[in-house]
């Protein structure tokens, strides 16, 4: 089959360079973006007096029916075609003619085709995953809510450090979610800008409108120097580090899941259906769902890795490398969303075992920070002199298998160091449920604290809603439009006399 760019050839390619060159597979995600931008570049080209009226008609009639015959089945990718690009043209030439079809490409390349294609899908594909993003914070927050006044240790280290909530350490995870959805709006920000127009790299003599396909296509702006459009696969590097970085967060998480999980932890119970079992111990339920998280969060950054390396010292313009910047983001995407999909089912059906946590919370001297705070504030200490008080008198209950709440000897210790202290005091400070409660600084874990947090995260989930709805009702608006045109076209009414 003659290529669509052979005029200057005299030899076809051999079979091992065409399977070689060819990106159908790759490309066959873009088939329904590839259309909508023809049919806004057809459109265009026509109400600019650079195509006819009649050219435009048969063009939009057969890219119509290649959206409906790829939706059904009958438009299947030829990798002889070589991308997703070619196979279109080729449907519409074959339907409407070498001379009308082949108008199409008019002020067009394949190099600012391929990036349009690429901005259209990938920006539908940051706000599914944002959208996941939100289900996991409002399970978090469901836990947060309920349990504000839970005491759990809380680690540094992986040693116990100090009490906190459960509410807390959910709201936690809240917070650090949305910086994930913050580095994606400022990815779709640099995503939704218009190259369509910037042809091969120079523009284009052809008097084109770059703002009305943006309109079109429901970009923000015109990404406006043809020669930087051309060489840029900077927005798919940055929606790839803001994946890595937010799989390295899952990753965070699913590390907690998988040792609070442990039979010497015993702080949770995984759902069954989120577990898998062992071929030889009957007794195992292990948290696979958490492992593969853990360990495909080194694909994700590959996928970084990889497109960075290929972007390495390219000079400007387009290079056949670039070629190699979608299959790192589809990958990154689909272990992405999958993972986000099932985090948020394990951890909306894991059971918390509270009865476990109120055994070990305190059980380990974590108090200690703010019985060495007490000090400071009711005998005027300095904080230093009040920390080798409190550590002297960890290091004797340690040595001799005691704890805090072994009150008598406690107290004693404290008052053979010159600190004397009544016992209700010392209950108050080392009962983890109520020193939680002595925090009071912006972001502590007091439950008060907590309860005003989870009300400003529930504020912050509805503001990223909003902003996934106002970003999808400005692409259906656009695609409405572009729809509505075709079909007004195929009508028989001009473009000319639209206003668009």
């Not at 100090?162 to 990815?187: C, E, F, H, K």
Request: glycine share 6%; with cysteine.
């Amino acid at each position: 089959m003659a290529k669509l760019w052979g005029g200057r050839f005299q030899k076809d390619l051999t079979e091992n360079v065409e399977d070689f060159l060819q990106s159908v597979e790759v490309d066959s995600k873009m088939v329904l973006e590839d259309i909508w931008g023809s049919q806004a570049h057809a459109i265009m080209l026509a109400k600019q007096d650079i195509i006819k009226a009649k050219d435009l008609k048969e063009i939009l009639l057969y890219l119509d029916k290649a959206r409906a015959d790829y939706l059904s089945g009958k438009f299947v990718l030829d990798p002889e075609n070589e991308d997703v690009h070619m196979n279109v043209e080729r449907y519409l030439i074959e339907g409407a003619g070498a001379d009308c079809g082949g108008k199409l490409h008019t002020a067009r390349s394949r190099n600012d085709q391929v990036i349009t294609d690429s901005k259209l899908h990938i920006r539908n594909k940051i706000i599914d995953v944002k959208e996941k993003i939100i289900r996991l914070q409002e399970t978090f927050l469901a836990i947060a809510e309920e349990n504000t006044g839970t005491a759990i240790p809380g680690y540094t280290h992986t040693q116990d450090a100090q009490p906190i909530t459960l509410g807390y350490w959910a709201t936690a995870y809240v917070s650090m979610l949305n910086r994930d959805i913050t580095r994606l709006d400022n990815a779709y920000r640099n995503v939704n800008t218009n190259p369509l127009g910037s042809a091969a790299l120079a523009g284009t003599s052809f008097p084109i409108d770059r703002r009305m396909t943006a309109r079109l296509l429901g970009f923000d702006s015109v990404h406006v120097h043809s020669l930087d459009v051309i060489s840029s696969r900077d927005f798919v590097a940055e929606t790839l580090c803001a994946l890595a970085i937010l799989m390295s967060n899952l990753s965070k998480l699913a590390e907690e899941i998988v040792y609070w999980s442990t039979y010497e932890f015993g702080f949770l119970e995984l759902d069954d259906s989120y577990t898998a079992g062992s071929s030889i111990m009957p007794q195992k339920k292990n948290p696979c769902v958490a492992e593969l998280t853990r360990g495909r969060t080194g694909r994700v950054y590959g996928s970084l890795i990889q497109l960075l390396t290929t972007l390495k010292g390219l000079p400007m313009g387009y290079n056949r490398d670039l070629q190699e910047d979608k299959p790192p983001l589809w990958n990154a995407l689909e272990i992405i969303e999958k993972t986000l999909v099932v985090t948020e089912g394990m951890i909306s059906t894991m059971q918390v075992k509270k009865d476990r946590l109120k055994q070990v919370s305190g059980a380990n001297y974590n108090t200690a920070t703010e019985l060495a705070n007490y000090l400071v504030r009711e005998k005027g200490y300095s904080f230093r002199k009040c920390h080798e008080i409190v550590g002297n008198l960890v290091g004797t209950l340690h040595r001799q298998n005691k704890l805090f709440t072994d009150y008598d000897i406690t107290l004693k210790l404290l008052a053979d160091a010159g600190v004397e202290m009544d016992e209700a005091s010392l209950k108050n400070i080392v009962d983890p449920e109520k020193n939680v409660k002595a925090y009071k600084s912006l972001g502590s874990t007091n439950p008060k604290e907590v309860k005003r947090m989870v009300g400003i995260f529930k504020k912050d989930v509805l503001k990223s809603k909003a902003v996934i709805k106002k970003q999808n009702a400005k692409t259906d608006a656009a695609w409405k439009k572009t729809q509505d045109i075709v079909a007004k076209v195929l009508d028989g009414k001009e473009v000319k006399t639209m206003k668009i």
